[in-house]
């Protein structure tokens, strides 16, 4: 399969509408060139614009949610469109991940689990998902998480244990946090024994600089791409069978011995929400 992670730049003085468009091209950009496309968290509004998360909260099927289906139905690609600030109508916020067919259907939605901020920010305003969720695509099965829960390994593990074998994950890191983002992508792809494609956003989002450095990395841990800091697009070949190949290689997985307990899991399948 190829990947392409696309890092976009979120930065004051762009409006949603005009992002959303520009975003919405850039996917365009990549019909025949990606099976997969993923774009990074809460990049309508920038991660840590928590000012902004209510003003610019939207309904699942709102206007990003139709902007991205028509994108990749254009370009003919599965999209994992990031997240977006959802607001449901009989409940809270909650900071929601949207992946969609090469017909431009919805197959599944994620609503991050683990919020950042501890007493403030993401962690007060918004609601938290209950649900694991993965993705059968033809070539292999996505695992969905977001951002701040690439600290919780255990989301990870139950992913696994559902079927995933290759781990997605929208981010809007901060920069002075990059070298955690680099040690625990690494660190969650060599003990789940998957790939992991890491897309975050480049900018400064309500002055807080972002890592950039958006990063595919292998089931032994190895790093196939690497983006830099600024806004830029990283296209990356990797060989699903390889998850399979290293499992049987070199089973660890099946010596765990400690069980887990962990959410209620939802699997979709090809364009089923």
């Known amino acids: ?14 409006s949603v509408e005009s992002r959303r468009a520009r975003v919405a091209s850039l996917v365009r950009e990549q019909a025949g060139a990606a099976d997969l496309v993923v774009l990074p968290e809460l990049w309508t509004t920038g991660a840590f614009a928590y000012e902004e998360f209510g003003s610019e909260a939207e309904p699942l099927q709102g206007p990003t949610y139709e902007a991205m289906a028509k994108a990749a139905s254009d370009a003919g690609v599965w999209l994992h469109a990031g997240s977006i600030p ?10 929601t991940s949207l992946v ?5 259907e919805l197959a599944a939605a994620y609503r991050k689990i683990h919020r950042f901020g501890f007493d403030k920010g993401e962690a007060v305003l918004m609601g938290a998902g209950r649900e694991l969720v993965t993705v059968r695509l033809p070539e292999t099965t996505l695992g969905l998480a977001t951002c701040y829960d690439l600290r919780f390994p255990e989301l990870f593990r139950g992913l696994v244990d559902a079927g995933a074998e290759t781990l997605v994950l929208p981010a809007g890191w901060p920069e002075r946090r990059r070298a955690h983002w680099t040690l625990l992508v690494q660190a969650r792809a060599v003990e789940n024994q998957a790939f992991v494609l890491a897309c975050g956003t480049a900018g400064t989002h309500a002055g807080v600089p972002q890592a950039g450095h958006s990063i595919v990395v292998d089931p032994w841990g190895e790093v196939l791409g690497e983006a830099g800091p600024g806004e ?8 699903p069978a390889k998850v399979t190949a290293t499992r049987e290689q070199f089973p660890a997985l099946k010596d765990r011995v400690l069980g887990l307990a962990r959410p209620e899991h939802r699997d979709t399948h090809q364009g089923t929400p």
């Open 1 to 14: 399969m190829r990947a392409s992670l696309i890092q976009i730049a979120v930065e004051e003085g762009e």
């Open 86 to 95: 959802e607001r449901d109508p009989e409940g809270p916020l909650f900071n």
């Open 100 to 104: 969609f067919s090469p017909s431009g």
């Open 232 to 239: 830029q697009v990283l296209t990356v070949d990797f060989d």
